[in-house]
């Protein structure tokens, strides 16, 4: 079997740690693991099946050449810097941030939907919004069966989407309020505490009033799904849970639906269980996703204020869905079309 070098931009990070467990539990075909850093940063390492990798300083001049395959997974300013010059060196590049995400020549990807679109890469795949990613899985074959018009949606995003320090901010926070019973100002990744509090804004605000995280899901969903006239109104909320997004979804479809229906839809469908039984408190939880592939959907029933809808409950480890593991699933992908 081919082996190949792949290396990782960002693999101290949340998603870079997933996505070296994701490769290794996947046993994707490595011949030679490259891990590159921050600059400034000295004698460091990382751990790999057993074996200790340097971290290489991602300097202005960086050595990629030899890379079959390149993850980025640090900000999107450091993709933006070093992505073409991986490219050029020949380098496959998936990245993690939305800084290409939008780019016409970049294919943006979830392999359960749109595995086909890797085919016409230019050198640089994305991988999409987190929230989009795990909103899609229930969506998407949803749509394909009742052709799905707008959705309605709030989310309930973990402070790991913050990446690592979002979650050490949520554990300081939550020790200092138990031990010390007051609000704390020990915060520098979210606005406000966010232990015990919900903080309904992420991203940056734009004239529209919604924030550019809140218009991933419609743009980035016209792109994975090819439906350009498709509409999602979200608002987008942080909460203090440690990993795993979920999102409650209204969705209006062109077709009939029913809740029946839409069950034997998602049983089945990849990448999705189906978690669904109210009256036995079973629904999907991010505590239980947190650290599973699958996302899950749940609460699902006719929504009462859409002609043909349908409300549910999807929550997924974004961790993995989001980052990492669709990382990983592209990369397999990629190698198929070898
Ligand atoms: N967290 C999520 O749920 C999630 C989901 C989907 C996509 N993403 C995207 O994935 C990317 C990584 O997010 P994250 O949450 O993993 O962030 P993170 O925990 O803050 O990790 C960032 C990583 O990037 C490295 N880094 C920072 N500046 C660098 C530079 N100049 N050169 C090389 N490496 C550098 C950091 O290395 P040091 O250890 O040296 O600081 C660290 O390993 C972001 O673009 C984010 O938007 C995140």
Redesign the pocket.
């Known amino acids: 079997m081919q082996k190949y070098t792949v290396g990782i ?10 996505v070296m467990r994701v490769l290794a539990q996947r046993d994707f075909p490595i011949k030679k693991l490259r891990i ?4 400034g ?1 000295n004698d ?1 390492s990382v751990g790999f099946k057993g074996k200790i990798i340097p ?1 290489e ?2 300097t202005r001049d960086p050595h990629f050449r030899g890379i079959d395959y390149l993850v ?8 933006q ?2 992505a073409h010059l991986a490219v050029n060196s020949g380098c496959i590049v998936v ?5 290409f995400r939008m780019a016409k020549y970049v294919p943006l990807v979830i392999p359960a939907i749109n595995a086909h679109a890797l085919k016409s890469h230019q050198g640089i795949i994305a ?1 999409p ?2 929230t989009t ?1 795990i909103t899609l899985m229930a969506l998407w074959p949803l749509h394909k069966r009742f052709k799905v018009k707008r959705v309605i949606a709030s989310s309930y995003q ?1 402070v ?7 979650i050490d901010e949520l554990e300081r926070q939550i020790k200092l309020d138990v031990e010390e019973r007051r609000m704390t100002n020990d915060r520098f990744v979210f606005a406000h505490q966010i232990a015990f509090n919900v903080l309904p804004y992420i991203g940056n605000i734009s004239l529209s009033g919604y924030t550019d995280e809140e218009m991933k899901m419609q743009n980035e969903g016209r792109k994975i799904m090819d439906h350009p006239t498709f509409r999602a109104s979200l608002t987008c909320v942080r909460v203090p849970v440690r990993r795993a ?1 979920s999102i409650s979804v209204s969705a209006e479809f062109h077709d009939t639906v029913s809740v029946e229906a839409a069950h034997s839809v998602l049983v089945g469908s990849p990448g999705i269980d189906v978690i669904d039984d109210p009256s036995g408190n079973r629904y999907p939880m991010p505590l239980e996703q947190a650290g599973h592939d699958n996302c899950a959907v749940g609460r699902i029933r006719k929504d009462c204020a859409f002609e043909n809808g349908l409300s549910f409950f999807v929550s997924g480890d ?2 993995l869905r ?2 990492a593991l669709n990382a990983v699933e592209i990369l397999e992908e990629l190698v198929k079309l070898r």
């Open positions: 931009v960002g693999a101290t990070g949340a998603v870079g740690e997933e590159f850093g921050r600059p940063r460091r971290v300083q991602l980025f997974a640090a900000s999107g300013q450091v993709s810097n070093f990245d993690n941030s939305s800084a991988n919004n987190c990613a973990s790991s989407g913050a990446g690592q320090e979002g997004h974004q961790l989001g980052a």
